[in-house]
Nanobody, 121 residues
Framework: QVQLVESGGGLVQPGGSLRLSCAAS????????MGWYRQAPGKQRELVAT???????NYADSVKGRFTISRDNAKNTVYLQMNSLKPEDTAVYYC???????????????WGQGTQVTVSS
C-alpha cells in the first residue's frame, strides 16, 4: 500500500554533514506529520525531529541548532540535514509518516526500514 524509503546514510567524520531523505509512495491521499527517529545500539528509539504538514518543526534538544528537518509535499518527501555531527549521533535513523491511505480511507502510521549513520574518525 504505502512505502517509506530512506536514503543518504553512511560514514562521516566528526564535524561532518549528511543529508537524509525519505520518500513516501503508494496509495497516498495526504501526509500529515512526518519525522525522523533514531536508535543507537542498546538504546530505545528516540525522536530526532518532526515536521507538520504546514511546516511547523520540533527538535530533540540534543540536535537543536545542528539538524534541520524539511519536506517537499509535492514529492511526498522529508529531509534531515545533519551538520556538526558527533559520535553520539551514530544510530539507525528511521523515517515516520502519518499518512491518509486511499485504499482504506483512513490514517495509518508508517515506518521506513532505517538507514545507518556512523560518525567516526
Amino acid at each position: 500500500q504505502v512505502q517509506l524509503v530512506e536514503s543518504g546514510g553512511g560514514l562521516v567524520q566528526p564535524g561532518g554533514s549528511l543529508r537524509l531523505s525519505c520518500a513516501a509512495s503508494g496509495s497516498i491521499v495526504s501526509i500529515n506529520a512526518m519525522g525522523w527517529y533514531r536508535q543507537a545500539p542498546g538504546k530505545q528509539r528516540e525522536l530526532v525531529a518532526t515536521i507538520s504538514s504546514g511546516g511547523t518543526t520540533n527538535y530533540a534538544d540534543s540536535v537543536k541548532g545542528r539538524f534541520t528537518i524539511s519536506r517537499d509535499n509535492a514529492k511526498n518527501t522529508v529531509y534531515l540535514q545533519m551538520n556538526s555531527l558527533k559520535p553520539e549521533d551514530t544510530a539507525v535513523y528511521y523515517c515516520n509518516g502519518d499518512i491518509w491511505v486511499r485504499s482504506i480511507s483512513g490514517h495509518v502510521n508508517f515506518w521506513g526500514q532505517g538507514t545507518q549513520v556512523t560518525v567516526s574518525s
